[in-house]
């Protein structure tokens, strides 16, 4: 399957990884939009939430790595935004579902 992040998953193409294990990878985006911006993915291809196993572990795994992550980046005390857009209208581009961790400035409510 041609999906970019499944390359990434696979060491087939480069990215700044900054955590990884047996089911879970998280890199900086490649065009961050805040001064932290971490892409959380299962190493699993699935489209988006959609496709996702609510009963399954994927989820815990992804959230799992979020506050680890949040952590090493100390986000925790000041607060961080863990969002996945889903489908065209949200502005999915990667249809491998992806969590963006966004970090270290204020952002808004409603989002835009
Ligand atoms: P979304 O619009 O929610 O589908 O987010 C896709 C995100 O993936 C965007 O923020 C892109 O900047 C990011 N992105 C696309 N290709 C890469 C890549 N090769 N490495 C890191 N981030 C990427
Ligand atoms: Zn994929």
Not at 7 to 31: G, R, T
Request: charged share 20%; aromatic share 8%.
């Amino acid at each position: 399957m041609d999906c970019i992040f499944c390359k990434i998953a696979n060491n087939e193409i480069p990215a700044s990884k900054v955590y990884e294990d047996e089911n879970v990878i998280a890199f900086k985006d490649i065009n961050p939009v805040a001064p932290v911006h971490i892409l959380i993915i299962p190493k699993k291809h699935y489209e988006s939430v959609l496709e996702i196993d609510t009963e399954g572990n994927i989820l815990n795994n992804i959230f799992k790595v979020a506050k680890i992550i949040a952590q090493q980046m100390n986000l925790i005390d000041e607060g961080f935004r863990l969002v996945t857009n889903t489908g065209e209208k949200a502005g999915q581009t990667v249809k491998h579902i992806h969590f963006h961790l966004l970090g270290g400035r204020d952002f808004q409510w409603p989002p835009g």
